[in-house]
């Protein structure tokens, strides 16, 4: 354990599992949809890291984003699927990291589930534009930081954590297995 984490004199770390990865992982995209979205190039080595929009999170704990056809990330996952994601939803708290597979898909009903009107500025063609694709990205580990009480009682904390000198910070982490 590191010296911050052995100074805590509460519980900090919650490896979450299964059901309760997907929950955490749904309730954290719901909070905070927007991620980096991170390839590998054609050759093994790192890709390029992107903003995406995660657009919904199924009961399997997939995440559901929308590309284009022939976009670099499209390309990038056809000669190697593996990607990270990457997710802040604050400066203090609200971090969440996630490895998995990505798999470029056409599905219309899903693109017609998940398309909304403000898509239509990259997809000119709308929801039955040719280049609209699907990416199911399927989380194998990830691991999470966040505040086990909100960000209001977090800074009492760290504030009264400050002044007494000792370690009073509302963290919590832990590994997501699914």
């Known amino acids: 354990m590191d010296s911050i984490n052995a100074n805590q004199p509460e519980h900090n770390h919650?490896?979450?599992?299964?059901?309760?990865?997907?929950?955490?992982?749904?309730?954290?995209?719901?909070?905070?949809?927007?991620?980096?979205?991170?390839?590998?190039?054609?050759?093994?080595?790192?890709?390029?890291a992107r903003p995406m929009t995660a657009l919904q999170v199924d009961e399997l704990g997939n995440l559901w984003f929308i590309s284009a056809s022939d976009s670099l990330k499209n390309q990038e996952l056809a000669a190697d699927p593996s990607a990270t994601l990457y997710f802040q939803g604050?400066?203090?708290s609200e971090f969440m990291h996630l490895e998995?597979?990505?798999?470029?898909?056409?599905?219309?009903?899903k693109i017609k589930e998940l398309?909304?009107?403000t898509m239509k500025t990259w997809f000119t063609g709308g929801e039955d534009d040719p280049r609209v694709t699907l990416i199911k990205f399927a989380p194998t580990y990830g691991y999470y930081w966040?505040?086990?009480?909100?960000?209001?009682?977090?800074?009492v904390k760290m504030l009264i954590g400050a002044v007494i000198g000792k370690t009073l910070d509302d963290s919590i982490e832990g590994r997501l297995d699914l």
Do not use: M, Y
């Open 146 to 155: 966040d505040t086990k009480h909100g960000k209001a009682v977090a800074s």
């Open 100 to 109: 998995g597979i990505a798999t470029v898909l056409r599905d219309p009903v």
């Open 14 to 48: 919650q490896d979450l599992i299964g059901e309760d990865a997907v929950h955490k992982i749904r309730d954290f995209v719901d909070s905070t949809p927007g991620c980096f979205f991170c390839t590998n190039d054609a050759e093994g080595g790192p890709g390029d």
């Open 90 to 92: 604050s400066a203090h």
């Open 115 to 117: 398309w909304s009107f």
